[in-house]
C-alpha cells in the first residue's frame, strides 16, 4: 500500500491533519493503536483558543463547535479566597471556547468516516522505516496480519508515549523536562457547573479548578500527589476536598454530583526538539507537553497541525519545501512560550510540597501584582487566549 503522507495517532492531532489533508486532496492513511470507542472515552481538554476554533471550521467541522460550544469572555483567579476576574473580551478582545476534547474527536472522526479516507485502529506493534531516507514506511500488525504502508512522509501524532519520538536516535534528539510532584485528580458529572466561567483557585489546601462541558455537566479538578490512586478518592470526599479549596461563594454554589469519570493526570512540562527527523515530523504530545494549568495542550496541537499542514500543502501544490524546512522552528517557538505560560501558571497556582515561606509570600506577591496591574492582567490574557500563529 502506497499513500502520501501516514500518520500516526488518531488523537486530535492527527485527525485534524488527516482531515485538513483530506479536504485539499492529499491523501492519507492513519494508524492507530487502539479502539474508536477508547480514544473517545479519554476525557481531557476544555478550552479552545480562537485559533483553533478558526482552523476547526477550516477542517469542515466547525458546525457542532458553533452550535454547542460555549463563548467564554473571562475566566477568575482566586488566591487564598480572594477571587479576582480576567477579562479576556476587555483586555484583548478576544474570546475562548469551552467544547470538550472528546466532542472536537468525535467530530474529526465522523468527518472522516464521510469522506471515506483509509484508517486502521487497534494496530499493534506500530514500526517506522526509513524516515532517513527519501522513502519511508510504516509498518505494523492489524488484524493478525502484518501490513506495510510506504509512503512520502510520516506525522507523528501519537502522543507522549508514542512509537514516532522513540523511534529517532538519541543523538539526533534533545529533550527539555520538567517533572512536577502532583498531578490533577479531575471529576465529571452531569451538574450544572459551579460559575457560568471557569473558576482556578490556589489555597493552603492546594489547588482546584472549576470548568464545564455545558450547561449541565461540570468538570472539577483538584491538585493531588503525583502518584495518587483515584480509587482512594470517593465521590464524597473529592466534593468536601473541593470546596475546602474554592472561595465561600464559589464552593456554596457546587452541586455535587455521581461521577461519570474519576481519574488522575500527572503534570510534566516536556519539549523535544527538533520536531522533524528528515521525512518524519512530530505534532502536538508527540513533541512536548505541558502541564494542564494554562489550557494549552490541544491547542498547542492544533497550531503545530496549522505550520505541518500548510508544509505539506505547499510541498504538493507549489512545490516547494520551504514550509517544511521551517516546520520545526516555526512551531517550537510558538510552543516554547505556551511552556513558558503553562509553567508559570502552574507555579503560581499549586502548593509545592517543598516550598518555604518565602516561596509562598513570592506566589501571593505575585497575585497580588497581577491584579493590580492591568499590564499584567493583559499578559496572562494574551496568553490565555493564544499567541498568534
Ligand atoms: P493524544 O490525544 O495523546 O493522541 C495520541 C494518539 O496516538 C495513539 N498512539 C499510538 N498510535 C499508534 N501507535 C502507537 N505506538 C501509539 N501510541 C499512541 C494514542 O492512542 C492516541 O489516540 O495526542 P494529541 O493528538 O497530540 O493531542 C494532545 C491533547 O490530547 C492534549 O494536549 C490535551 O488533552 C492536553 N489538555 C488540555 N489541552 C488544552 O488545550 N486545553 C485544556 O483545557 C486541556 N486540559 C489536558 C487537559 C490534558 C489532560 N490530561 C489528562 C493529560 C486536562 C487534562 C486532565
Ligand atoms: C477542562 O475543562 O478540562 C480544563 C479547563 C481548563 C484547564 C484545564 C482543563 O486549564
Redesign the pocket.
Known sequence: MHTQVVI????????LLGQLLTRHGIDNVI????GPD??LA????????QG?VALLHEAGVGQRLAEEGLAHDGFSIAFEGRQHRVDLKGLTGKQVTVYG?TEV?QDLMEARRAAGTTSFYE?ED?QLHDFDGASPRVS?TYEGKRRRVACDFIAG????????RASVPAGAIETFERVYPFG?L?LLTDRPPASHELVYASSAFGFALC?MRSPTRSRY?VQVPRDESAEAWSDERFFAELRRRLPDEVAAAVTPGPSLEK?V?PLRSFVAEPLRFGRLFL????GH??P?TG???????AS?VHYLFEGLREHYAERSDAGLDAYSARALARVWKAVRFSWSMTNLLHLFPEASPFDQRIRRAEFDYLVQSQAALASVAENYVGLPY
Not at 9 to 14: F, I, K, L, Q
Not at 42 to 49: K, N, P, Q
Request: net charge neutral.
Open positions: 500516526v495517532g488518531a488523537g486530535p492531532a492527527g485527525l494508524i492507530e493503536r487502539r477508547h480514544v479519554r476525557i481531557r481538554a476544555g478550552v479552545l483558543e483553533t476534547q474527536t494496530a506500530v505494523f501524532c501519537d502522543g507522549f508515549h508514542g512509537a514516532c490533577w479531575g470548568s479538578y481519574s493526570a505534532a502536538g504530545d508527540a507537553i505541558v494542564p489550557a494549552k495542550g490541544l491547542n498547542l496541537a503545530d
